[in-house]
């Protein structure tokens, strides 16, 4: 449908992304980049379906946009402006998570493999970045502004709502818990991607870290082996890792991303178990049955994560001496 209607042409003259099912990296959306699922007996017919329907509501999602952009731009004469197609494009491409990676462009298959999403970072960012808004056609700079006035009223509203039913919001941009919902030890991200960088570059510009287990802040290079500035940007693209490259990154370390000793099997199990299925564990360990309506939000897209809460556990020293350690409580894997 979408490649019969009259404003195909104009999608392509403006590199809409149109994403298609087939090999090659750079034409599929960064969720569905490898195939290896659509090969497992038993469940690869329901992989491809979700791929299909995934990949086909997010065409016919920018195909819309585009078009609606197109017919403001009509009425209005922006039309006409040489530079409107070419930015419209740009513009609803970066907004659905398909940010531009510039000089990378050609190197999109490898980023994908190394990075986890990484159109969708380069898309958060862009937007961030005023400049982005600066470079666009005048017409589709009006409707990036809304959309991003739109964005950060219906975030702010939210959590104002959250607030007042009685769960914890996070203020502080120096700590990981910036702008999530907490209900006990749960955390829900709305943000869909903006949350991360933010608190990275607070924690850049105030040279400070707030943990979101303890509360405790944290100068940065300041005392013996603290965090600096260069170690808390490289943990940050560290938890962007694609599965595969985390887990040489984390066995050549011989310890997980929260410190925890690496275990093998349990960090493949971790690969290959779907983040929502870990996630409801999580929220039963937490809470029971009465904690997995928690977990709706994060079927329907948005990031959760519940930990904080730690047991005791007997160990012994390397003189053998036993000793009490707190540990984190298990995950799924």
């Known amino acids: 449908s979408i490649k019969v209607d009259p404003y195909y042409k104009l999608a392509r003259e403006g590199d ?7 090999g090659q990296f750079r034409k599929g959306e960064e969720l569905f980049q490898s195939q290896l699922a659509e090969k497992i007996p038993g469940i690869k017919y329901f992989v491809k379906a979700t791929r299909r329907a995934y990949e ?28 409107f197609l070419k ?9 659905t998570g398909r940010g531009s990676l510039g000089k990378f462009e050609k190197q999109a298959g490898v980023l994908s493999t190394t990075l986890f999403s990484p159109r969708l970072l380069a898309s958060r960012i862009q937007l961030m970045n005023p400049q ?26 939210i959590l104002g709502a959250a607030k007042l039913a009685g769960a914890d919001v996070g203020t502080d941009m120096t700590n990981s818990d910036f702008a999530k919902i907490k209900v006990g030890n749960t955390r829900i991200d709305i943000m869909g991607g903006f949350q991360q960088p933010l608190v990275l570059l607070a924690r850049i510009l105030t040279g400070k870290m707030t943990s979101s287990t303890t509360g405790k802040e944290m100068i940065l290079g300041e005392g013996y082996k603290s965090a600096t500035r260069f170690d808390i940007a490289l943990r940050f693209f560290e938890s962007k890792e694609a599965p595969v490259i985390s887990f040489f990154t984390s066995l050549a370390k011989g310890q997980t991303a929260i410190g925890q000793p690496f275990n093998i099997p349990v960090e493949v199990l971790n690969r290959l178990t ?57 995950g799924l894997s």
Do not use: C, H, W
């Open 16 to 22: 809409l992304a149109l994403t298609s099912l087939g």
């Open 56 to 83: 086909g509501f997010a065409n016919k999602y920018r195909f819309d946009i585009f078009k609606s952009l197109v017919d403001n731009a009509k009425n209005t004469g922006d039309f006409n402006d040489p530079r």
């Open 87 to 95: 930015n419209a494009g740009e513009f609803v491409n970066t907004i």
């Open 132 to 157: 982005f808004y600066l470079k666009l056609q005048p017409m589709v700079r009006k409707e990036a502004i809304k959309s991003l006035i739109a964005f950060i009223a219906g975030t702010t509203t």
């Open 274 to 330: 779907p983040m929502f299925i870990g996630d409801l564990y999580d929220l039963y360990k937490e809470g029971g049955l009465s904690a997995l309506p928690l977990g709706i939000p994060a079927f329907f897209g948005t990031g959760a994560q519940t930990y904080g809460k730690q047991i005791p556990n007997l160990e012994t020293t390397p003189t053998g001496k036993p000793t009490i350690k707190l540990k984190p409580i298990p």
